[in-house]
């Protein structure tokens, strides 16, 4: 079971898992979580079961202390990425992300259909806790079956192509941390983003996320969603201008993806980021104006 905000108060909390694992830490819902990644480190390690395992890819120095601190209070075994295990060689593309992994065996040229280069991050994790799943319960889980498994994984709306002419992408990461890993990640494909359709939930940090994304962007279309959460694209304007870039506004994610089909060519980008409320808006109008399109892109 995921953990749906934190760990420590979260509901997943009510039973005793047999491992609990443990994923790389940014600052989010700050208002429950902190503001700080020792905070957030803190909450999330409250998923930690007296006896148990832990797998971690908190990775960022005091995270990590603070998640090894926690399990040997628990009295739990622990397995660290960078010190247990690691993932090396990645080569990520549109069509998925390929990787080595080295751990208590060996693999190489894993692939996943998830688009992004911390997608390797995330598969290595997985990998190694099958492991250590394995062997605290006994049973065996060969290669195979850890290359079939990562094969078949899809994650509708993380950095997802939706449509191929242009190559229009949606991302629901909706967090500064979120956000550089797209950035990052399309920049090593050497895509660019030539049209970014932008809008926020009103209490998320949406400019320091502005700071990472619009810089990367040749055009700005801000509009909203229909939640009472989603921000005033009239406040996200300045953010652009800031940066020298001109934004154009719409009133609603259809008019935001018309007008983005219109401006950019054929061979070009469209990046649809920001919210998850945003990219379930742009998925569905998707559907309706070009089924066969999002057929092909995998849906």
């Keep these: 079971a995921e953990t749906g905000l934190g760990g420590r108060f979260d509901a997943t909390n009510a039973f005793d898992p047999a491992l609990s694992v443990i994923t790389r830490i940014g600052i989010d819902h700050t208002d429950q979580l902190g503001n700080t990644i020792e905070s957030v480190a803190s909450e999330k390690a409250g998923i930690i079961r007296k006896g148990t395992a832990v797998v971690s890819s908190a990775i960022e120095p005091a995270a990590a202390e603070i998640v090894r601190e926690n399990a040997r209070e628990a009295g739990c075994s622990i397995i660290e990425q960078g010190r247990n295990f690691r993932y090396s060689n990645v080569r990520c593309g549109i069509d998925g992300t390929v990787f080595d992994y080295t751990g208590t065996r060996t693999i190489e040229d ?74 990052d990640s399309l920049d090593g494909m050497g895509k660019t983003l ?68 219109r401006i950019t060519g054929e061979d070009e980008t469209i990046l649809i980021a920001g919210s998850i409320f945003l990219v379930g808006e742009a998925i569905s109008y998707l559907l309706k104006i070009g089924p066969a399109d999002i057929e092909m892109a995998g849906f």
């Excluded at 290359?147 to 991302?171: A, I, K, N, W």
């Design 110 to 183: 894993v692939r996943t259909n998830l688009i992004g280069c911390y997608q390797a991050e995330n598969a290595a994790t997985a990998i190694a806790a099958c492991d250590a799943l394995a062997f605290l319960k006994g049973f065996e889980i060969d290669d195979m079956d850890i290359l079939r498994g990562l094969e078949q994984v899809y994650f509708h709306g993380r950095l997802e192509v939706v449509s191929e002419r242009p190559l229009t992408m949606v991302d629901c990461g909706h967090n500064p941390s979120a956000v550089k890993e797209v950035v």
């Design 194 to 261: 030539d049209t970014v359709i932008f809008a926020s939930s009103s209490d998320k940090d949406y400019r320091k996320v502005a700071s990472i994304l619009f810089p990367h962007a040749r055009r700005i279309i801000l509009t909203r969603y229909g939640n009472e959460r989603s921000a005033d694209p009239e406040l996200l304007r300045p953010l652009a201008e800031e940066l020298g870039k001109e934004a154009r506004i719409t009133d609603s994610v259809p008019e935001a993806i018309d007008l983005a089909r």
